[in-house]
């Protein structure tokens, strides 16, 4: 219930509030205030306070917010206390890269759980049981099964505009809730899914403002 | 001056009203209200109001915005009246990637101004003189040379996060003044210049509050 109620703008930016918050030795700064973590996000501490509150955060009034408490909160929200099992379906330039930069990422976050790839689909035979940065790639045929076996809930699909719908419906099929996508396609999304668009056009565009 | 004052989470919301805006044809729809575009972009139309108001533009009261108009206005906003130019430094995987994304959305904008990628820069010797998706690569060494002659007026970063300070560096002091950085690094930026991260984590930790 609870989770419908929290716009999805308010949660884009807890990743970048457990960012800043990471970077910070809690041992010497154990407090932050909001003001901090604004002038640290580019976000006005009046909407960091708002975002904080939809989850029943409140820092003390005229101190701040504890790091190690806030820290274990954002994680816990976005369930990241947790292994998340990651896919990615579509090993071409695109998917190598995605996947090697996963794996670079992941070791910079040893040290707690988190967001872990755990399987690659493509439907080119030549592909089909080698490694990239250690995931294995499956055929896509074993997709549905292997969504359910390794539990995966977060899908990021790297494949070709024309078949990204199709792939979109069988994952979707398979019981996976959340989409990375970097087709340059408008997907037809059923209720209750959610798709990110990793669209490097939109931001090239509005870069073209500043140039 | 103008510049200035217009803050960057309006700029970056100027492309995704461009996007809507280019699938209606005015012929049969000449005229949207800011309810309607609210509806098709996920932004309220009060903010939708404000954005464009920044610029001058101002809908009729009770009617909206002629879709032509507005368009045409929002591409001179964005520069993409002209041609802007676009070099690359870094092609491996995610480069290459981006190399062939980027020419297949310039087919999809064929029939108006806009980004075009220019060159690419790479230090293997191994790639240089080679084209792909019809970009050439040149040397690292020839990025100054380069940028003032072709006009490169924003630089898409895919290289290795440990000389991505260093390529940056150098951009800048060649005259670039707006960056899509895709390594995964903070950057020192002086004043004046606009460095948009394409950060995958972070919206992948934000998928995870849904998976």
């Known amino acids: 219930m609870r989770k419908r109620k929290v716009p999805d703008v308010v949660i884009n930016r807890l990743p970048l509030y457990l960012r800043v918050l990471a970077e910070i030795d809690p041992e010497q700064t154990p407090i932050i205030s909001s003001y901090e973590l604004g002038e640290r996000t580019g976000i006005t501490p009046g909407q960091i306070r708002k975002d904080l509150s939809f989850f029943g955060v409140f820092g003390k009034q005229g101190v701040g917010y ?7 909160e954002l994680c816990r929200i976005l369930n990241l206390d947790r292994v998340v099992n990651v896919g990615l379906v579509g090993v071409g330039n695109l998917g190598e890269a995605f996947l090697r930069y996963g794996a670079g990422r992941q070791k910079e976050v040893l040290n707690r759980e988190g ?32 969504i ?16 990204a719908q199709e792939v979109f419906d069988t994952c979707v099929a398979g019981g996976v809730k959340a989409f990375l ?3 340059p396609v408008k997907l037809k999304i059923p209720a209750g899914i959610r798709v ?4 490097f056009t939109l931001q090239l565009e509005s870069l073209a403002y500043y140039s």
């Open 148 to 163: 359910a076996r390794l539990k995966l809930t977060i899908m990021i699909l790297t494949v070709p505009a024309g078949v």
């Open 115 to 146: 967001l872990v790839i755990k399987a690659a689909f493509d439907q080119d035979e030549q592909k089909i049981g080698r490694h990239i940065a250690g995931v294995e790639i499956f055929p896509v045929w074993q997709m549905p099964e292997l």
């Open 66 to 72: 504890e790091i190690t408490t806030l820290r274990a």
């Open 181 to 183: 996508n970097f087709a």
């Open 196 to 199: 990110h668009h990793a669209d």
